[in-house]
């Protein structure tokens, strides 16, 4: 039997973002405005870069034959951010070790500044070049098909809702079809929750057309971030239900009245005609302890 491809699903990171980054205040004079009040009033004190460092310690010393990031790397869409989230990028390692997508706070606006910005990222995203990004992206990595799916649209104040669009949703069927015909696990990565009751102003606005998508072509597993907790959820395939999970933030500390920062290590391998998905929970205590295994799960598809 073959070796297990072992790959891990991080989220939400929220690298923190100074007082540096706010010099011009026109850049201000939008959405930017009130999550800007929230990070320095709130956020910034329940996202922390030590947490995140410490889990992608473990991660690493984990040694994954990849790593997912579902998104939500910087808070507020400044041109600092995007440099440094590129350089923790970096420090997670190459584009062909790394696949990422981008959450709401990585399009907070949508400014030529902030595509700009995020064309840094392009390289994790399965573009070649910064000019060449586009979703869905298929990154394969031995048996596993990863397929990077956006979001991240600019939205009202008070509201943080993502769409994939027409265009995308379109272009989704025939990704999923060909890499069902290549035998390959096909692992789609959204930031937004396609399953599960969400509130509008916070949710996937075409989630039933996602879902459609699902029910007629499939998927073998379907991963996203957004809610900074960590969850279980089904949407019915073509074959049997599609197992849809999200993870926590990895940046977060216990008792802040969100799930503590963690990091999901899946292990995935054909066993007789089916997927086998092992799911482990590597999660936060303590930056004098490794990070605890709480759970673990089998998810089987056909
Ligand atoms: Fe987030």
């Not at 000019?131 to 992206?137: E, I």
């Not at 102003?201 to 029910?215: N, S, Y």
């Not at 216990?254 to 799911?279: F, M, S, T």
Request: with cysteine; net charge neutral.
């Amino acid at each position: 039997m073959t070796q297990p491809f072992r790959f891990a699903h991080i989220s939400d990171i929220h690298l923190p973002t100074f007082a540096a980054d706010c010099r011009l205040p026109t850049a201000f004079l939008n959405k930017r405005f009130f999550s800007a009040l929230s990070w320095f009033g709130k956020r910034r004190h329940i996202h922390h870069k030590e947490i995140t460092d410490h889990l992608v310690k473990d991660c690493l010393a984990s040694a994954p034959d990849h790593i997912l990031v579902t998104g939500d790397l910087i808070n507020l869409s400044l041109a600092g951010e995007y440099g440094r989230a590129l350089d923790w990028l970096q420090g997670l390692g190459t584009p062909d070790q790394v696949s990422a997508i981008p959450g709401n706070h990585d399009l907070l606006l949508d400014t030529n500044a902030a595509r700009s910005g995020l064309a840094l990222y392009a390289p994790y995203m399965g573009g070649e070049t910064n000019n060449s990004q586009q979703f869905p992206y298929v990154k394969q990595k031995k048996v596993i098909a990863f397929i990077g799916l956006s979001t991240a649209i600019e939205t009202p104040i008070g509201w943080c809702s993502g769409r994939l669009g027409e265009a995308q949703r379109e272009r989704l069927g025939a990704v999923l079809d060909q890499a069902k015909r290549e035998n390959l696990c096909r692992i789609v990565a959204l930031h937004h929750p396609p399953a599960g009751k969400q509130k509008a102003r916070g949710g996937l606005e075409d989630q039933k057309e996602f879902a459609a998508i699902i029910a007629e072509f499939g998927a073998e597993l379907i991963l996203h971030g957004h809610t900074h907790q960590s969850s279980m959820h089904a949407l019915p395939g073509p074959t049997g239900p599609v197992p849809v999970l999200g993870v926590a933030s990895l940046s977060v500390g216990p008792g802040k009245g969100y799930q503590p920062g963690c990091w999901h290590e899946y292990a995935v391998q054909r066993v007789d005609n089916h997927w086998q998905i092992l799911l482990n929970v590597h999660r936060y205590t303590s930056p004098d302890m490794p990070p605890e295994r709480v759970a673990q799960a089998i998810l089987n598809s056909a």
